[in-house]
């Protein structure tokens, strides 16, 4: 079953049964290593699935929960090594959507929650989007309405030396480093061979035409090469005259939650190329996290 989250939808399955999960794998085509995210009714059912339940975590649960960021910890035994991908951590998270919330405590124990879409293509924001995606006795969709937040879950590892953002998201290093009291880093650069996040793969979150990002005078020149068989995203940028422009808001939490939707939009036009006016970060360190986790997934989305 697929169901709503404030990022984006989950295909849901029990993520204490090993062949529940075998399965989400085998529908989203996702390489075994990657590891799925653990979705909670709260924290109490997060304390269930790790093996030490520290004040950063309490912290972060009591700060951001409901709400877009993923916690990884020391995973404990009840928890299937097919989740974690083999590894010894695991990603817990409560979603920030009523209905989904409501589906977790009517089921009482936690669900896994990738992104229903295809290993390594775009996320989908809307029920359509799964719908799009998988035939319908294949997946049931809970329909919650268009997601708000529109990109994935900041995640934050808690395991190992330092506190570390290991996927960028609307809530910013720079917050969770107030609220814990202590310095968080960045380490979500492109990764090759083992992969601690799936989502740290250097191509991800793609459109299927081409797409390439460029700023100022490159864009008229990315259209131009395209022979008018180009689609434009611009935010800011005078729209260039290309097969089709679509025009996303400027400000960054409203621009993250449209990307997704705009980059299918263009990819329905089966355009031999996607130009992307590139985001320049600006406004306050909130504002530019956004801009930086909205980056991350174009930088992917081109590569
Ligand atoms: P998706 O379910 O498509 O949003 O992708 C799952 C994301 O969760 C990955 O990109 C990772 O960033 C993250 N993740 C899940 N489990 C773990 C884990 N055990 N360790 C580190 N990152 C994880
Ligand atoms: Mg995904």
Not at 151 to 162: F, N, P, Q, R
Request: charged share 20%; hydrophobic share 45%; aromatic share 4%.
């Amino acid at each position: 079953m697929a169901f709503p989250t404030e990022t984006v939808y989950g295909l849901g399955a029990d993520a204490l049964s090993e062949q529940a999960v075998r399965a989400v794998f085998e529908l989203k085509g996702r390489p075994a290593q990657n590891p799925l995210i653990v979705h909670v009714a709260d924290a109490e059912m997060a304390k269930r699935l790790v093996t030490h339940w520290g004040e950063d975590a309490a912290a972060l649960a009591k700060a951001y929960w409901p709400g877009p960021l993923s916690i990884v910890l020391p995973k404990a035994s009840i928890v299937p090594g097919i989740v974690t991908g083999g590894g010894l951590n695991v990603a817990v998270r409560c979603p920030d959507h009523p209905l989904t919330l409501e589906l977790l405590r009517e089921f009482g124990g936690p669900l896994v929650g990738p992104s229903a879409n295809l290993s390594g293509r775009l996320s989908p924001t809307a029920a359509e989007h799964v719908k799009a995606a998988f035939a319908p006795q294949q997946v049931l969709v809970l329909d919650g309405g268009p997601c708000r937040v529109g990109i994935e879950s900041t995640v934050v590892s808690l395991a190992g030396s330092g506190v570390r953002v290991l996927r960028p998201g609307i809530i910013g290093a720079n917050a969770i480093a107030k609220t814990l009291g202590k310095g968080v880093t960045y380490d979500d650069g492109p990764r090759f061979g083992v992969l601690e996040s799936p989502g740290l793969l250097p191509s991800h979150y793609a459109p299927a035409a081409r797409t390439v990002l460029a700023k100022g005078p490159g864009i008229a020149a990315a259209v131009a090469a395209a022979k008018g068989d180009a689609v434009v995203l611009v935010h800011g940028a005078a729209a260039p005259s290309a097969r089709r422009v679509i025009i996303l808001p400027a400000i960054a939490v409203d621009y993250a939650s449209s990307l997704y939707a705009a980059m299918r939009e263009a990819d329905e036009c089966h355009p031999s190329v996607i130009v992307v006016e590139e985001p320049t970060p600006t406004g306050d360190e909130d504002e530019r996290a956004v801009w930086h986790a909205v980056l991350d997934r174009l930088r992917r989305a081109a590569a």
